[in-house]
């Protein structure tokens, strides 16, 4: 079981990710179970609601899971960077990433599926770390992070966004 990560692990900011991941839970097993989640979520969301958007300049439902999709794969990124080697990664602004998409012209189905191929494939990585590799750690966005950081991170980001798309959308 991969340990939770220390305050001095990640930014402020991070916080939000890292605390949505409960206490003593083991953070593979809860990426692999919100793998499912938000899988079984999106390919059975009804096509009339992928175009919603709970206010004016809020992301719609495909552009939210084109986001959970982007950090997952930055944070990811990021990760397997880390724990190779001691290395400095540029920022990510999430809005750029999801305004220079048009994600609202796919299908929530094809969406869906990107999201199940990618957590896939972070899981593959993310198993196959080793002790010293989850507590390596680089900076990104001018911030310090461990590899079990960004983990964590990548766990509680998209139960973040599952509860907003629960309290807000659906």
């Not at 590799?133 to 991170?153: D, H």
């Given at each position: 079981?991969i340990?939770?990560?220390?305050?001095?692990?990640y930014?402020?900011?991070?916080?939000?990710?890292?605390?949505?991941?409960?206490?003593?839970?083991?953070?593979?097993?809860?990426?692999?179970?919100?793998?499912t989640e938000?899988?079984e979520?999106?390919?059975?969301l009804?096509?009339?609601?992928?175009?919603?958007?709970?206010?004016?300049?809020?992301?719609?439902v495909?552009?939210?899971?084109?986001?959970?999709?982007?950090?997952e794969?930055?944070?990811?990124?990021?990760?397997?960077?880390?724990?190779?080697?001691?290395?400095?990664?540029?920022?990510?602004?999430?809005?750029t990433y999801?305004?220079?998409?048009?994600?609202?012209?796919?299908s929530?189905?094809?969406?869906?599926?990107?999201f199940k191929?990618?957590?896939?494939s972070?899981l593959y990585?993310?198993?196959?770390?080793?002790?010293?590799?989850?507590?390596?750690n680089g900076t990104?966005?001018?911030?310090?992070?461990?590899?079990?950081?960004?983990i964590?991170m990548t766990a509680?980001h998209?139960?973040?966004?599952?509860?907003?798309?629960?309290e807000?959308?659906?």
């Amino acid at each position: 079981m991969i340990a939770r990560p220390q305050l001095n692990e990640y930014p402020v900011f991070a916080s939000t990710y890292v605390n949505m991941v409960p206490e003593g839970a083991d953070v593979m097993q809860l990426l692999t179970d919100s793998l499912t989640e938000t899988y079984e979520l999106f390919s059975t969301l009804p096509d009339e609601k992928a175009l919603f958007a709970y206010a004016e300049g809020k992301w719609t439902v495909k552009e939210v899971l084109g986001h959970i999709i982007d950090t997952e794969r930055v944070f990811a990124f990021r990760a397997f960077c880390f724990s190779r080697e001691q290395i400095t990664l540029p920022g990510f602004d999430q809005d750029t990433y999801v305004n220079n998409t048009d994600y609202n012209s796919r299908s929530l189905q094809d969406l869906a599926e990107e999201f199940k191929v990618t957590r896939l494939s972070n899981l593959y990585v993310f198993r196959n770390f080793t002790e010293e590799q989850i507590n390596r750690n680089g900076t990104a966005s001018g911030n310090y992070l461990t590899v079990r950081a960004l983990i964590y991170m990548t766990a509680g980001h998209v139960l973040h966004h599952l509860q907003i798309l629960k309290e807000r959308y659906l």
